[in-house]
């Protein structure tokens, strides 16, 4: 994201630009085609620091603020949107609530391995049945005394058989709907917990996602994040936070697609001249530099209102609805302009157009974005 920030921001994004050129670029579409999860560039990432961004420096973190995490995913996806989201995830899903809500103990034990590198992180809280309506989910636990039991299954968890700790929500009781929901953070290693084989999916492809078992699985008591009843509130603010990785990433897949066909419209000649000089051709590359700058403007916005101690479900659902949206739109504008060859695997707006098209849907589908705005303005209107 471009804004007005200091001298490390500049550091920072030069560092994360050269590094997305030499090492994450070249191998992308490789990578895209057989959906090969990148264990070495992670593991460099993660020396880089990029596992921890905004986890301080005593927790073995980079120590740096929300708005470079934000402009950290947006330069990574615009080159693989799949190692952005792997990223993203850690970071903000399972990094954020162990950081907001963990005590420091759970924090030195769980975040420190992620934030210093060595670890991934997850986050479970959908299920098969409660997507969307996640509050309907029906992993229980129960309390033996010492420790917790957990029986369910959880589905389309990111970085499922890559990542060693996961933050997961389970319920008491399903019939005390979002009240019965704890979180608690659960490390993959433990007895019981079983990955299924990963999803093939449309994008997003060298990133992985999968269904996963949790058969009786022991929890110690003192992995239970924040109070008991806590976690379903625990997963919305985590979801206000983590929604503005998920618009960055949009922005940034976004960008991409607007370099790509710039690229092919100066290079491709129609009628005697570059497509660019068709106007037709050149008012679609401007409404689309039009649209990533009004997404980038509303994710400024979400950010900054998350940068303060209020809630900002509102800024950021607005953010992840319109950078998806705007995403979706760009990503077909420049198949558009590339003609037949955007059809094509040759050219990587081929893999763009599929990666966009889950930005829409993971992290509360545009329609929940809808409804997390619609509720915040029926609340605005009582005090009119
Ligand atoms: C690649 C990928 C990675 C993911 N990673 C994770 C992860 O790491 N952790 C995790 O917990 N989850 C993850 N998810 C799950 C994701 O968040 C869900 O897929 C998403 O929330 C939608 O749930 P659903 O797929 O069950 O769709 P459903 O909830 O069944 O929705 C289907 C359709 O109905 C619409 N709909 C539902 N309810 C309403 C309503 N009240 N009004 C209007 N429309 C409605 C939806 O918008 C959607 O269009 C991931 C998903 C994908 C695809």
New binding site residues.
């Given amino acids: 994201m471009e804004t007005s920030v200091g001298e490390q921001y500049e550091q920072v994004r030069d560092l994360v630009v050269s590094f997305c050129k030499k090492k994450i670029a070249p191998g992308a579409a490789k990578r895209d085609q057989s959906a090969e999860f990148p264990s070495g560039i992670l593991h460099e990432m993660g020396e880089l620091g990029l596992f921890g961004i905004f986890v301080p420096e005593e927790l073995g973190g980079a120590g740096m603020d929300l708005m470079t995490y934000l402009m950290i995913i947006e330069e990574i996806a615009k080159v693989d949107a799949s190692i952005a989201?792997t990223i993203s995830?850690t970071n903000s899903?399972c990094g954020w609530p162990l950081l907001h809500f963990g005590t420091r103990e759970q924090q030195e034990r769980y975040l420190r391995p992620i934030a210093s590198g060595e670890e991934l992180g997850?986050?479970?809280?959908?299920e098969p049945e409660?997507?969307?309506?996640?509050a309907s989910l029906k992993t229980r636990y129960r309390d033996v005394g010492d420790a917790f039991i957990l029986n369910g299954t959880?589905?389309?968890?990111?970085?499922?058989g890559v990542a060693k700790t996961f933050v997961c929500m389970a319920t008491k009781d399903p019939s005390l709907g979002a009240h019965g929901i704890s979180a608690f953070i659960l490390d993959a290693d433990q007895e019981g917990v079983i990955f299924d084989k990963p999803?093939e999916?449309m994008g997003?492809r060298s990133?992985k996602?999968g269904m996963v078992t949790l058969d009786n699985v022991r929890v110690p008591k003192s992995a239970l994040l924040g109070r008991e009843g806590q976690g379903f509130s625990i997963a919305l603010a985590t979801l206000d936070h983590s929604r503005l990785g998920i618009a960055a990433q949009a922005v940034g897949i976004a960008r991409g697609a607007l370099e790509e066909a710039l690229r092919y419209a100066r290079d491709r000649r129609q009628f005697g001249r570059p497509l660019y000089d068709h106007q037709a051709i050149g008012f679609r590359l401007a409404e689309m530099d039009t649209e990533i700058a009004a997404a980038r403007a509303l994710l400024q916005e979400a950010a900054r209102a998350a940068m303060t101690p209020r809630r900002h479900s509102r800024e950021s659902a607005r953010a992840k609805l319109f950078a998806s949206e705007m995403c979706n739109r760009v990503v077909a504008s420049a198949i558009q302009i590339h003609g037949g060859y955007g059809y094509s695997k040759e050219y990587a707006i081929e893999r763009m157009y599929r990666d966009a098209r889950?930005t829409t849907?993971?992290?509360?589908?545009?329609?929940?974005q809808?409804?997390v705005i619609s509720r915040a303005l029926k609340q605005a209107a009582e005090s009119l």
């Fill in positions: 989201v995830v899903v997850g986050f479970m809280l959908t409660a997507g969307s309506d996640a959880k589905a389309w968890i990111t970085n499922a999803e999916k997003l990133s996602t889950v849907v993971y992290e509360g589908t545009s329609e929940v809808k409804i």
